[in-house]
Nanobody, 121 residues
Framework: QVQLVESGGGFMQAGESLRLSCAAS????????MAWYRQGPGQQRDLVASINSDGSKTYADSVKGRFSISRDNAKNAVYLQMDSLKPEDTAVYFC???????????????WGRGTQVTVSS
């Protein structure tokens, strides 16, 4: 099995910074894409940022210039540096990874349980 465990959420003031971490563990042959999603109260889960194994990145327009995603392939870990936090960033943040458990098997999406980020004005 594969598990994703997030850490780093908390209660912040607007303008502050926060770093989220997520590590994948278990039987992993290759981690293809790692990403962060978020889901605000009463909202759908949306992509925040993603990073491929080659290091290429994508960001939601709402976080460009404020958030930065990075990964450590050796640790199967992904990080989200969040700067200049705004109240609208309040959400549960979920780690996602597309993983091949074995060379001959297709890639599968795995999810963490989420970590709450609350930003107060």
């Amino acid at each position: 099995q594969v598990q994703l465990v997030e850490s780093g959420g908390g209660f912040m003031q607007a303008g502050e910074s926060l770093r989220l971490s997520c590590a994948a563990s278990g039987s992993i042959f290759r981690t293809i894409v790692m990403a962060w999603y978020r889901q605000g109260p009463g909202q759908q889960r949306d992509l925040v940022a993603s990073i491929n194994s080659d290091g290429s990145k994508t960001y939601a327009d709402s976080v460009k210039g404020r958030f930065s995603i990075s990964r450590d392939n050796a640790k199967n870990a992904v990080y989200l540096q969040m700067d200049s936090l705004k109240p609208e960033d309040t959400a549960v943040y979920f780690c996602n990874a597309r993983i091949k458990r074995f060379m001959a098997t297709p890639a599968t999406d795995y999810w963490g349980r989420g970590t709450q980020v609350t930003v107060s004005s």
